[in-house]
């Protein structure tokens, strides 16, 4: 979608990276770092500044304690995370269960482990779990359930109540949970909660996180994955033969841009939040159906409308005749018809690329 952007001089509200930079205090951090000479490979799972500013975080964030040096491994990108702790900890006939719709790297890295998929679909308006069906799939074959709050690409937080029926059915089955939190920074509509905060979950729970989101440097690939000793073990092992190593002066500059005070965070939060009225507001008003998004910088509509048979050809009439990417959602489904009447728009991106998008809609979209 990407590619067929600039060949069609489209505005991009599809992939999920801002056209805008990150802060400058991070920025100065990576070029300092250089210039002091931290340019030779980094220890394999992090600096020790980064662990131990990741540690603090994560205990400021959820009321844990852990051990910057035996439970945080920094990663390259919170993609790396998610592969070597699938690689690591998931053995070939292991069951995993997914919410669809979910971000593609987790199917693929799934069959590259030689795990057996199982899948619960969330559906709109509101994405919430079906606990029963969840229920219904999980059995004592289950190795894992893997969940992304604040979720990509519905926009969906996983509640406490949810939280607590997942770790309830994790308890009982002897299930670990790999948990993606990298948009946990963005959260608007209500509190994020980390699940490894449940009690029971911690020694059951690897959380994966990054950088790159919450301080718009998505081309640094800074990540990280929270685990017990004997979860992370299996991280590590897997980790040391996927990259060995991250980037290190950009590992230098991320532990500072860890340490920025809560006005940041709150700041960031009130532009997302001015970003995301424009599109919402302008997506109602051209006519799609918009579903709520509690969190992340993607909101979710219903194409149907427009009359379009699916979210492919939907998405390519947008991109071709009105001049606007969106996603097509059933890339995120094991079954591709359950999202065929989905598309996903993003909305990290300055608000006069929001207000252009929204005005060429407005001005060649119509109903069917």
């Known amino acids: 979608m990407s590619s067929l952007a600039i060949k069609h001089g489209a505005i991009n ?30 220890r394999g799972y992090g600096v020790p500044d980064l662990n131990s500013t ?18 945080v491994t920094v990663t390259s990108g919170c993609t790396e995370a998610i592969a070597a702790t699938i690689l690591g900890l998931i053995n070939p006939g292991d069951e995993v269960v997914l919410f669809a719709p979910f971000y593609d790297s987790y199917e693929a890295t799934l069959s590259m482990a030689g795990a057996e998929i199982k899948c ?12 029963d069906e969840l229920k219904s799939v999980v059995s004592k074959n289950t190795r894992a359930i ?17 939280l607590n029926a997942i770790a309830s059915l994790c308890i009982e089955n002897d299930i670990v949970v790999f948990s ?32 790159g989101k919450t301080f718009s440097l998505t081309g640094w690939k800074i990540g990280w994955a929270i685990a017990p000793p004997h979860l992370t073990w299996g991280v590590r092992q897997a980790h ?18 860890l340490r920025a005070p809560d006005s940041y965070y709150e700041e960031l939060r009130r532009d997302y939040m001015a970003k995301k009225n424009i599109l919402v507001e302008g997506l109602r008003s ?25 979210d492919v050809a939907f998405c390519e009439y947008l991109i071709k005749e009105v001049g606007v990417v969106a996603i097509p959602t059933s890339v995120f489904y094991l079954n591709p018809d359950e999202g065929k009447n989905l598309v996903r728009f993003t909305f990290c991106k300055d608000e006069e690329t929001l207000k252009s998008a929204v005005e060429r809609m407005k001005e060649k979209l119509l109903k069917k």
């Not at 599809?14 to 490979?41: C, H, L, S, T």
């Open 120 to 131: 619960v679909t969330l559906r709109p308006p509101d994405f919430s779990i079906p606990i």
């Open 240 to 257: 040391s033969f996927l990259t060995f190593a991250t980037s290190t002066p950009m590992q230098f500059a991320a532990a500072t841009a």
């Open 286 to 310: 051209v006519g799609f159906t918009v579903f709520p998004s509690s969190g992340t910088y993607f909101v979710v509509v219903d194409h149907t409308p427009f009359g379009l048979e699916n």
């Open 146 to 162: 893997l969940i992304n709050t604040p979720h990509n690409p519905t926009g969906k937080m996983f509640t406490r109540e949810e």
């Open 54 to 71: 990741v540690a603090e975080r994560f205990k400021k964030d959820t009321g844990l304690v852990v051990d910057p040096e035996k439970e």
């Open 13 to 42: 509200l599809g992939q999920g990276f801002p056209n805008f930079d990150g802060p400058d205090f991070v920025k100065e951090a990576a070029i300092q770092a250089i210039r002091d000479g931290k340019n030779q490979y980094a």
């Open 180 to 211: 993606d939190e990298v948009y946990d920074k963005l959260a608007f509509e209500m509190d994020h909660i980390s699940i490894a905060s449940v009690p029971g979950m911690y020694e059951r729970t690897v959380t994966l996180n990054s950088l």
